[in-house]
């Protein structure tokens, strides 16, 4: 006989590989005052909830656990039903389909997650799925640099094809930006078809050596460098990457042009999710927007999700149904 007290969740009590996590049994949560609890139904693997595993970069300790962690359970994306209301909570209702980001708790990676009903949460447009409402990590994190661009400006895009890359696309040109993507060979369609202006194979072409100029470059995987990119920027262009760099070389440059005041170099940290996730919910239901998906495990299945996911091969998002 089931216990519908309890509930699956993928629990780790340490730091480590893939093989840290465990599926187990654990208490339902229930709602405190002004929270509400979510049947989840989908929810992914990314590069967050990869390097939190490891506890990667070390300074990262800092916030999640110095020498354990302090939560027992990963996963920042959901989607799923409401299906509990703490005291307070008039701004949904029990059945409501919503989706959204648990960015400083995590706990998606369960059957039940609770949130405050004020945090990065929304309801899922019509004609959504729910593994196709888990899009919000990879572009909350791309958002925080094209948000640095404005109508009529023209950015690079390097590493176009995963999660952040391909939010970027979207969002930047949802800002009416000429976007030039950077991919791979089995990639070039993809970035055609996602709305880039121009599209670079870089198996096959030294896209810093194009001739041209822009007013941002985002190296959305982590893999090349300022130093590398600096001819592809105009006077005032700015270079941001989503990784510190080889020997922390990004995170040293942003420190430095700030206090230069030039801020050409920037590592992006994303911002009042909350509000984000309300302007995506509109993007997508708008047809501006769409989660580009690589595969699909079962919860039973997360620890090859994590194993796949480190290897950096992903298209996209990678979806856990729960």
């Not at 359970?73 to 209702?93: C, I, Y």
């Not at 729910?130 to 640095?148: I, K, M, P, Q, R």
């Not at 970027?168 to 949802?174: H, I």
Request: with cysteine; glycine share 10%; hydrophobic share 45%.
């Amino acid at each position: 006989m089931t216990d519908v007290s309890m509930m699956r969740a993928v629990v780790f009590d340490r730091y480590g590989p893939p093989e840290t996590l465990v599926l187990s049994d654990v208490p339902i949560p229930h709602p405190s005052s002004g929270e509400i609890r979510i049947r989840v139904h989908a929810t992914t693997v990314n590069r967050t909830d990869t390097a939190t595993l490891r506890a990667h970069p070390f300074f990262a300790r800092a916030m999640t656990g110095l020498f354990r962690p302090k939560m027992r359970t990963l996963g920042v994306d959901f989607a799923g039903v409401v299906d509990a209301l703490g005291d307070g909570v008039t701004k949904f209702q029990l059945g409501d389909r919503v989706f959204g980001l648990s960015p400083d708790r995590f706990g998606a990676h369960a059957e039940y997650l609770c949130v405050p009903a004020n945090a990065a949460i929304a309801r899922i447009p019509k004609g959504i799925g729910f593994d196709e409402a888990v899009v919000g990590e990879g572009a909350w994190y791309a958002n925080s640099t094209t948000s640095l661009l404005w109508e009529g400006q023209s950015c690079l895009i390097y590493g176009a094809s995963g999660a952040i890359g391909t939010a970027a696309v979207q969002l930047a040109k949802a800002r009416g930006v000429k976007v030039t993507a950077v991919v791979g060979n089995r990639h070039l369609d993809l970035a055609r078809k996602l709305g880039a202006d121009r599209v670079l194979n870089y198996a096959k072409q030294d896209f810093t050596a194009i001739g041209e100029t822009f007013d941002l470059v985002f190296d959305a995987v982590g893999k090349t460098s300022w130093f590398a990119c600096r001819p592809l920027l105009k006077s005032n262009g700015i270079y941001t990457a989503t990784d510190l760099g080889r020997y922390w070389s990004n995170v040293i440059l942003s420190i430095w042009h700030g206090v230069i005041r030039s801020r050409r170099v920037r590592i992006p940290f994303p911002e009042d999710a909350a509000g984000f996730v309300q302007d995506l919910a509109e993007l997508v239901a708008a047809g501006q927007f769409r989660g580009v998906f690589d595969r699909s495990y079962d919860l039973e299945s997360i620890v090859e999700a994590f194993r796949y996911v480190e290897a950096g091969q992903k298209t996209g998002i990678v979806v856990i149904n729960v």
